[in-house]
């Protein structure tokens, strides 16, 4: 979810996302390919830190940057890459206790689809620049 730095409503020219969208990014990139492959990653994309602080907002484009860097470098595809990124998301969140709030949106994928919206309220007291989608 992006997150917009500026105070005023509508203006989304400087987006920022919160550095747990990019530890998800860096932790399944470790998991699946090492963390040589990480740290060669982050070295070529210009990072100094192998580490984000996940309640920090990041500049947006630098997760491009990033990506950018990881697909040409590892050959990978972006689609398959963020498909996967996705996956461990749920197994990044529940390590940050976020697991339960997952269990409980819905038994069924609309139902949970629903609680979507419900979970981004509750986010936004840890995350209060939070500007997270709508599924209702």
Known sequence: AAVSTQSTWGKFSNLGMYGLIFENFSGYLKVKYGEDAWDNIRRLAGLDSPDFAVHQVYPEQLLGRIAKKAFSTLGCRD???????????????????YGDVLAVLG????DFLMGMDNLHEYLKFSYPKIRAPSYL
């Open 107 to 110: 038994r069924t994928f609309c």
């Open 79 to 97: 689609s398959e890459f963020f498909e996967g990124m996705g996956a461990y998301f749920v197994e990044l969140a529940t390590q940050y206790g």
